[in-house]
Nanobody, 118 residues
Framework: QVQLVESGGGLVQPGGSLRLSCDAS????????MSWYRQAPGKERELVAR????????NYVDSVKGRFTISRDNAKNTVYLQMNSLKPEDTAVYYC???????????WGQGTQVTVSS
């Protein structure tokens, strides 16, 4: 059974930091491109960051470049999102995604709420 379980969300003040984790099981983690998406109220879900199989390739949406860092540990089947210098506009539900480009298999977690507010 495929599972993606996010954790680490919460309430943080502007300028603060959070580290999100996504624990994966039920598939060959190292063969999947891993991504973090977010969806704010009333807005469409957007790609925040993506990391390739061996962590050598990363991509970020412009609004988080220099503040967020995506990483993965294939031995632990976990992907992380380190979020620094958080802003109120980062408030959203953050979702973990696993995608296999060859087979097009695609999995989603349930999401974790991040709220940036004073």
């Amino acid at each position: 059974q495929v599972q993606l379980v996010e954790s680490g969300g919460g309430l943080v003040q502007p300028g603060g930091s959070l580290r999100l984790s996504c624990d994966a099981s039920g598939f060959t983690f190292s063969r999947y491109v891993m991504s973090w998406y977010r969806q704010a109220p009333g807005k469409e879900r957007e790609l925040v960051a993506r990391i390739g199989y061996g962590a050598s390739s990363t991509n970020y949406v412009d609004s988080v470049k220099g503040r967020f860092t995506i990483s993965r540990d294939n031995a632990k089947n976990t992907v992380y999102l380190q979020m620094n210098s958080l802003k109120p506009e980062d408030t959203a539900v953050y979702y973990c995604n696993a995608h296999q480009p060859v087979s097009s298999y695609d999995y989603w977690g349930q999401g974790t709420q991040v709220t940036v507010s004073s």
